[in-house]
């Protein structure tokens, strides 16, 4: 009889709340060094009511995007491995709602906010897709690889403009909303322990397209 195998421990909220920490003194690093003022990054160029709406009407828009989306490449490679990635997270209870403002907080000042202050927006988005290459295992040039960092790179660009346009705490926002929206539809989905087309078991995707 084989030996069971414990399965690979889950990525709770302490691991990624000091990924946010981390990021965020990062940022503030790079105010100081280049003489920004940290707090001026949430000065945006709306009013709070005004960015309010905006996040409001944004937030709706990017639901909606997420189901149409989901519902449209579930049966895809490129699909099964973002759910495979994002399942490595500790989805259970409330977790989803308290680990998606960490990614929102920490990645849009230290993206949208410090960098892009200082490199502009396409290059602080380049930076942006090679900081969740781990993560969303880029360790080949493939078509998956490829597709992925174009969607990335597509997200970046548009926070990079809601950033600009109405203000940081209007991406942040948008942002956590986003990655609420696609921790709860892994959760659901693996929960089920069944791929987007609820046939079969997911199965680990290495790096294929």
């Known amino acids: 009889m084989s030996p069971s195998v414990d399965p690979p421990k889950k990525i709770g909220l302490l691991r990624q709340w000091s990924l946010c920490l981390l990021m965020v003194t990062a940022a503030w690093v790079v ?3 280049t003489q920004v003022s940290f707090v001026g990054l949430f000065s945006g160029p709306l009013s709070l009511s005004s960015q309010a709406a905006v996040t409001a009407a944004l937030s709706i828009a990017a639901c909606v995007n997420a189901f149409a989306s989901y519902k449209l ?3 895809r490679p490129v699909a099964q491995h973002t759910i495979e990635s994002y399942s490595r997270l500790d ?4 977790n989803p709602a308290l680990l998606a403002p960490a990614a929102g907080i920490g990645e849009e000042i230290l993206f949208r906010g410090a960098l892009q202050s200082l490199a502009g927006i396409w290059l602080s988005s380049a ?3 090679l900081a ?3 993560a969303y295992r880029f ?3 493939n078509r998956r690889v490829l597709l992925q960092s174009l969607g990335l790179l597509a997200v970046s660009l548009i926070l990079a403009c809601v950033a600009k346009y109405a203000g940081l705490l209007t991406a942040i ?3 956590t909303v986003i990655d609420l929206t696609g921790l709860y539809t892994v959760r659901r989905v693996t929960g089920k322990g ?3 087309n609820n046939s079969f078991k997911p199965k680990p995707l290495r790096g294929s397209a």
Not at 91 to 94: D, Y
């Open 132 to 134: 969740h290459a781990r």
């Open 127 to 129: 930076l942006f897709v």
């Open 139 to 141: 360790n080949a040039l």
């Open 173 to 175: 926002v948008l942002h």
């Open 194 to 196: 069944l791929t987007p």
């Open 91 to 94: 989805l259970r209870g409330w």
């Open 31 to 33: 105010c100081a060094v």
């Open 73 to 75: 490449v579930a049966k």
